[in-house]
């Protein structure tokens, strides 16, 4: 019995992090990734189920529902009638857990003592199989999710969030988790249903597990247990359109808090569905750019009105975005934009990019691994995950460090003509009586 | 002269693997050898906390200590700023009643000279006046932005009834802007002479170097720093005596809503019953106003442990924030007077242990946790043996103990006044009729 379950795996890839833990790497024949690390450091085991789906499977009339679905996963199913019968559970296998809906991917993770595995486990597959979504909770969650909606229009950059979303994106819902007030309240049975026959399949999704355990050992029961998912074949995220376009330069004015300036200059970046090649000259122009001794940092905050500045790539598969950005006194925003702009047009002098800042930023983005892998459980519920869905798989983030390692000065200025050079941008001005002004 | 004391772990959720020594100078160090990483945490808590300040100098710490880090004589500006690049380490900085911490995360490798520049800064500070500027803009506007945002600045509307006037826990520890501007590099130089004192000091490690080896390093860092320290007084009881609610309006869809009362202090007896019972109060919590009646998004409750004077809390965002009160206040009074199943007692016990494997796995939990154990009950093990507490905890334990020490309750409501009627406010009692 125990050989035929190890057959069921389609194949296994032992991964050596750098930390001291391994990772194991399989696929089951229904489609559903697995990812096994194993860290002896605290008697604890996380597991984490991520989902290829979020916003951008949404349209207008759904928008916010990938969300509200998220929410319904903690409460009842066919093995835990209700949620109290869900929270009672929990409680008695000392269970830690959270889900988070972004636009690009859904996770749903929990953290039980390691003697409890398979009981972790069995929830698990439970949880993510066979929601009930019960149109009586559903009515009651619509509350739920509304006050969280309630609460994010209070942050400070709310309208922030809302311009960039009206900006930058060709379809804003796409960009939106939190969704619309009508859709929320009118949420049903029926629409849970369709998202998760749609998304909600072996083929769509990972299991991470990391912790306490030997995966060897675990293997088998995690592949007899979520080797009864059901094959979907039904999800269509990767053949979704990228969801960002910037047509022609624009200029924005948004409200912020009392005595914060802020600028963005954002770009359309590469995207992590089709255009990786140029993401690793990405990433180590951006580290580049955040050296604390760096021209950017030296001329626009040691010697200049901000008090902090970056310039980033963010790797994302729909809304791939450059940015430059800053903070500073409200009253200098005008003639910081006209400096970040200077700084920008700098990059493309010969020799901008030495190569041991390249070297100093190629040695930062290792390190930052390391530190990321500090804390096994934050790898199975953030970094996994993250890299599993956008670079649509873990091999990507196995390669990475040795792409990184190829980047070259030349790399980084293809990748700026390519991207930046002549490129319209977007660029939102926040001050504290900054209204929503084109 | 460095010694060693090595302290074995009786009980299975204390910590292996954890020694204590001083420095010559006295500062006192608790470090936890975690081997097999290369990632490195180190905490420098600086004590006082709220207990130093006055009215006028809010915040002065904390613009001080930032201050000091942009660089020092030996590590300018750009020098510093440098080995920040080349090191990828990060400093974080946290500000609280009891103390300042200032938390260095980074490689083994880089330990030494980090150390070496950390103390650096601390005794010889450069004070460039412009990037000393950078710093109190910074300051400012995280402060600001902070206190725009109902969510945070409803537990200080709820200080204001509970603590009781000229309370030392009501002085702002990140400061309030009319302070924070006013500070200047002399100002920032005074206050980390007069402070920067071995007696004021605890340093907690968590991470592969040895003890040996980090005794040698912090000796010839930390080890310059003067002997000496501040006399701190004791932190006075709060001074609620009736219920109290303080309620501002601001343009929010949500209304916020905070409930803090009293809980036993650091070293009490009491102290785990007590926790327990605030634990089990934020599972009826969640239970009752969010799964039964869908109120909110977010409820929750507790108690702290780690300062001197410890409170309990109750927290809620919701458009319905009387009827929110009158339901939580009615949890509160069903623990308070035993109305509860011991499998939630158990269940509470159950997820701390599980939160305990969890901060296991991060180095600067660890670190904060030795340090806050150390600082408010004497002893690094308190958060730990507070597990082995829990474990056997029943619901008379409990409810006793919520009932003796919770009396009044100081409530703090931010709503929008056009939306909510704030003449139906009124100051919930959480004792029973």
């Known amino acids: 019995m125990r050989l035929l379950k190890g057959i069921m795996v389609l194949y296994t890839l032992i991964l050596m992090l750098s930390m001291n833990f391994s990772v194991v790497e399989s696929s089951l024949p229904n489609g559903l990734d697995i990812i096994i690390g194993e860290d002896h450091s605290s008697p604890i085991v996380t597991m984490c189920v991520v989902v290829n789906t979020g916003a951008t499977c949404e349209t207008p009339e759904t928008n916010g529902l990938a969300h509200f679905y998220e929410h319904m996963f903690f409460k009842g199913n066919t093995a835990l009638s209700d949620q109290t019968a869900y929270n009672n559970r929990m409680r008695e296998l000392g269970m830690i857990r959270n889900g988070t809906t972004g636009s690009e991917v859904v996770r749903y993770y929990l953290t039980v003592s390691s003697d409890l595995f398979s009981e972790g486990l069995e929830f698990m597959y439970d949880a993510i199989t066979g929601p009930l979504f019960d149109p009586e909770e559903i009515v009651r969650e619509r509350s739920v999710i509304m006050n969280e909606y309630e609460r994010g229009t209070c942050n400070p950059f709310w309208n922030l969030r809302l311009m960039q979303e009206e900006v930058l994106t060709v379809e804003p819902w796409r960009s939106s988790a939190i969704g619309s007030p009508e859709v929320i309240m009118a949420a049903d049975q029926e629409t849970m249903l369709m998202f998760q026959e749609k998304y909600y399949t072996p083929d769509n999704s990972a299991l991470i597990i990391t912790g306490d355990i030997n995966p060897e050992t675990v293997l088998p029961a995690v592949a007899d247990l979520f080797g009864q998912w059901e094959y979907g074949g039904r999800s269509d995220y990767f053949f979704l359109d990228l969801n960002i376009s910037i047509e022609k330069d624009t200029i924005l004015h948004a409200g912020g808090p009392e005595g914060m300036g802020m600028i963005r200059i954002v770009y359309v970046g590469p995207s992590m569905a089709d255009q990786q090649n140029w993401t690793y000259a990405a990433d180590v122009w951006g580290q580049y750019m955040g050296r604390m001794t760096g021209e950017f940092h030296n001329d626009l905050v040691a010697n200049g009105p ?102 070259t000065a030349g790399d980084i200025s293809l990748y700026l003509d390519r991207w930046v050079k002549d490129r319209p941008s977007a660029v939102f001005l926040v001050t504290p009586e900054g209204e929503w002004v084109e | 002269m460095i010694s060693i004391l090595f302290v074995l772990a009786l009980l299975a959720s204390v910590p292996e693997n954890v020694t204590e020594f001083d420095l010559a100078n006295g500062i006192h160090v608790v470090s936890r050898t975690v081997p097999g990483g290369e990632v490195e945490g180190l905490s420098f808590f600086l004590i006082g906390g709220s207990r130093v300040l006055e009215e006028s100098n809010q915040g002065i710490e904390a613009f001080a200590l930032e201050a000091a880090m942009t660089g020092s004589d030996t590590y300018p500006d750009e020098r510093w700023r440098e080995i920040m690049d080349v090191t990828l380490a990060s400093w974080n900085a946290s500000y609280n009643y009891d103390y300042s911490r200032y938390h260095l995360k980074c490689l083994s ?145 949500s209304a916020y809503c905070v409930v803090k009362f009293k809980a036993p202090p650091a070293g009490n007896a009491d102290l785990p019953a007590y926790i327990t019972a605030c634990l089990v109060v934020d599972e009826m919590l969640w239970q009752v106003l969010r799964t039964d009646n869908a109120l909110t998004y977010a409820v929750f409750g507790g108690s702290t442990n780690s300062y001197r004077r410890n409170w309990g809390y109750m927290y809620i965002s919701t458009t319905e924030p009387v009827l929110s009160a009158t339901l939580m206040t009615g949890v509160f009074r069903d623990v308070a007077s035993g109305n509860v199943d011991q499998s939630l007692v158990t269940g509470v016990a159950n997820n701390y242990r599980t939160t305990q494997g969890i901060n296991a796995q991060s180095m600067d939990t660890q670190c904060w946790m030795l340090g806050s154990g150390y600082i408010s009950a004497g002893d690094w093990r308190a958060p730990y043996l507070l597990q082995e507490s829990l474990e056997n905890m029943t619901v008379y334990e409990i409810s006793r103990a919520l009932s003796d020490w919770a009396g009044t309750a100081g409530w703090g409501i931010i709503a929008d006044g056009a939306i909510v009627d704030f003449a139906e406010f009124e100051p919930w009692s959480l004792k029973g009729e």
């Open chain 1, 306 to 407: 901000f008090l902090d500045v970056y310039a980033s790539y963010y790797s994302q598969r729909f809304e791939p975005t450059i940015t430059f950005a800053g903070t500073l006194d409200p009253s200098l925003v005008d003639e910081g934009l006209v400096m970040m702009r200077e700084e920008i047009q700098d990059m493309f002098r010969e020799g901008y990019f030495t190569s041991s800042g390249i070297e100093t930023a190629s040695e930062q983005l290792r390190r930052e691994r390391l530190f990321r892998e500090e804390s096994s459980r934050d790898m199975a519920t953030e970094t996994f995950p993250f890299w599993w869905v956008e670079g649509g798989g873990l091999e990507y983030y196995n390669n990475y460090p040795d792409s990184l390692a190829a980047v």
């Open chain 2, 109 to 253: 490798e880089d330990l030494p000279l980090l150390l070496d520049g950390f103390a650096d800064c601390l005794l010889e500070p450069e004070l460039d006046s412009v990037a000393v500027g950078r710093v109190q803009n910074s300051q400012l506007v995280a402060l600001q932005s902070e206190l725009e945002d109902p969510d945070n600045r409803v537990w200080l509307v709820a200080n204001k009834g509970f603590m009781g006037t000229g309370h030392p826990y009501l002085l702002r520890p990140d400061g309030i802007p009319s302070t924070l501007s006013s500070f200047d590099v002399d100002d920032a130089r005074e206050w980390l002479s007069s402070r920067i004192k071995s007696g004021n000091i605890v340093i907690t490690h968590a991470g592969p170097t040895p003890p040996e080896q980090l005794a040698e390093l912090l000796e010839a860092s930390f080890g310059r720093i003067p002997e000496g320290g501040d006399v701190i007084p004791s932190v006075p009881e709060f001074g609620i005596d009736r219920d109290t609610v303080i309620a501002e309006t601001d343009e929010t869809l």
